[in-house]
Structure formats: structure tokens, C-alpha cells
């Protein structure tokens, strides 16, 4: 999955500190990431590539995390492909880098950006807010009003009935390939709750014995996925929700597609399934 970067080490521990030359920055424009030009991997700029062109970039940074002994900082002056070498490319390029650990850097990186992005102003009282220099928490002087970055919970569900698993694809995304049912914890509702309510209205079925497999921070929307298996309790008969899904289908344990990628848990789930890896 992209958050198993082993051996490398993510460290989320925020740190009061100012960026050095050394250190690296992520800067994103939209849904696009600084990188250099002419590399066959994502490489994130350092402070001393820009310091001839930008040479305030570090001053005004924002510490994000720390990969082994690097350190990551959010730029956000805008215009930084202007200097030779470097440029903006579409954030799907962390769905295919090879080296997991680029892309998690730099996806993890994105949710930030879009946190710090969107909460320019309180909530509440819509004056400008402030960055704590304590931990990763934004605050209003005005009223008081702190904010932390969004992680929402959502079901992975892996619905199984013998040799069959359930498959489906979504509606009008750039993500195309089978999928697994997914969707969001609502106000009030347990993840076991979430589970049944979603199967039930994607794709009109019962499940029973639900088993927890794992979960996954899934930064590209702010999400932190919880995967289950659950098995098909009664009729197998499908009723599509056809506003949210193109197709749901079972599918023999032989006849699951590859996972090509490798870093979704909706596709490991898929390949334990398939290769008979998972005890249900
Ligand atoms: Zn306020």
C-alpha cells in the first residue's frame, strides 16, 4: 500500500523549526506538484535549488513531517516553475511512482496543503487564522476557534459468499478499475454500522460476520480508510445504485483482476482474497 514505505520511516511528530537548504519542500498548484524536469521519479526540490531564484522560500515555510533524517516543508509562493528544471505535474502521478515512498510524501503532503489551503479564515467568526507553533493546529486570536487537520473514516467492504467477491466500478471518476463497496461513516454511526448501510444501498444486499482487516490513511481525500470482509447473508441478488455505481458483479476468486499498483488497501483486500492469504 503507498503508506508502506518500510524501511523507510514516516514521522508525523510536528516540529518547531525553521527549513534549512538542505531540507525539502513540497509545493502544489491545484492538483499538481512541484518535481523536477527529466527525472523518471517524483524529486521534490531543496531549499538551496531555489535559493539564488526564491531565496525567502524558507522563511516563510511551514513544517509538514519528517522521512528518516529528511525533513518536508509546505511552500506556498506560487510560481516556481519559473525557475529552470522544475515543474508542476498531476498529483495521479503518486497513484504510479514505483518508490511508495515519494508518493506518500507527497500525497500526505497534499492533504496539508488543502487543510492549511481551505481554512485561510475561521469558521466561526471569519477572521484570518493562525498557525500554532506548538503542533499541527491552525487558531483564530479573534474567538479561540482551533482547527486540526480533517481525517474522515470510511468503510472498505470486501463482500465475500465462497469462492465469490463482490466487485464494483464507480461512476464518473478518473479511477476506472473494479473496486470494492466504499463508503463514509455518517453522524451517529459506527464503522459496523457504516458497513452494513453502505452495502445495503450500493448494491442492495445483507451481510453478516464482519471481520476487520486493516485500515489506511488515504490522504488524496483526506480519508482514513477501514477495511472489512463481510459475508453475504441470504440472496445474492444485486440491485445496482445506479447514481453512484456503473457496475457490480461477482466475481470467482480465478477471474479478480491484478492489482497493478499496489497502493490501495481495496486492492490488497482484493489480491488476500484472490490468493487465499486472509483467514475468513
Ligand atoms: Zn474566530
Not at 47 to 61: I, Q, R, S, T, V
Not at 112 to 137: D, H, I, T, V
Not at 181 to 194: H, P
Request: glycine residues 6%; proline residues 4%; contains cysteine.
Amino acid at each position: 500500500m503507498i503508506n508502506d514505505i518500510a524501511p523507510r520511516r514516516f514521522d508525523n511528530c510536528y516540529k518547531n523549526k525553521k527549513a534549512e537548504p538542505h531540507d525539502l519542500f513540497l509545493s502544489y498548484e491545484g492538483n499538481t506538484v512541484l518535481v523536477k524536469k527529466d527525472k523518471d521519479k517524483l524529486w521534490y526540490p531543496s531549499f538551496k535549488d531555489y535559493e539564488e531564484d526564491f531565496p525567502g522560500l524558507a522563511e516563510n515555510a511551514t513544517f509538514l513531517f519528517t522521512v528518516d533524517d529528511i525533513n518536508y516543508y509546505l511552500v506556498e509562493e506560487k510560481g516556481l516553475d519559473s525557475v529552470d528544471g522544475w515543474t508542476y505535474i498531476s498529483t495521479e502521478n503518486f497513484r504510479t511512482e514505483p518508490k511508495k515512498w515519494r508518493s506518500f510524501v507527497g500525497v500526505a503532503g497534499w492533504q496539508l496543503s488543502r487543510w492549511y489551503g481551505n481554512n485561510l479564515f475561521c469558521g466561526r467568526c471569519g477572521k484570518p487564522m493562525k498557525r500554532s507553533e506548538k503542533e499541527r493546529m491552525i487558531y483564530c486570536e479573534a474567538c479561540g476557534y482551533q482547527s486540526y487537520p480533517t481525517i474522515s473514516p470510511c468503510v472498505i467492504v470486501a463482500v465475500h459468499d465462497g469462492d465469490r467477491l463482490l466487485l464494483t466500478k464507480y461512476k464518473g471518476r478518473t479511477y476506472t478499475r473494479h473496486a470494492l463497496i466504499a463508503g463514509f461513516a455518517e453522524i451517529g454511526e459506527s464503522l459496523e454500522q457504516a458497513v452494513h448501510r453502505e452495502v445495503e444501498e450500493e448494491v442492495g444486499l445483507k451481510v453478516k460476520n464482519l471481520k476487520f482487516y486493516k485500515s489506511q490513511p488515504w490522504p488524496f481525500t483526506d480519508t482514513l480508510l477501514v477495511g472489512f470482509y463481510a459475508e453475504l447473508d441470504g440472496d445474492d441478488t444485486i440491485t445496482l445504485q445506479e447514481d453512484e455505481l456503473s457496475s457490480g458483479e461477482w466475481f470467482n476468486r480465478d477471474d479478480i483482476p491484478p492489482d497493478k499498483y499496489k497502493i490501495s488497501l481495496t486492492g490488497e483486500m482484493m489480491t488476500a482474497f484472490k490468493n487465499r492469504t486472509v483467514e475468513l
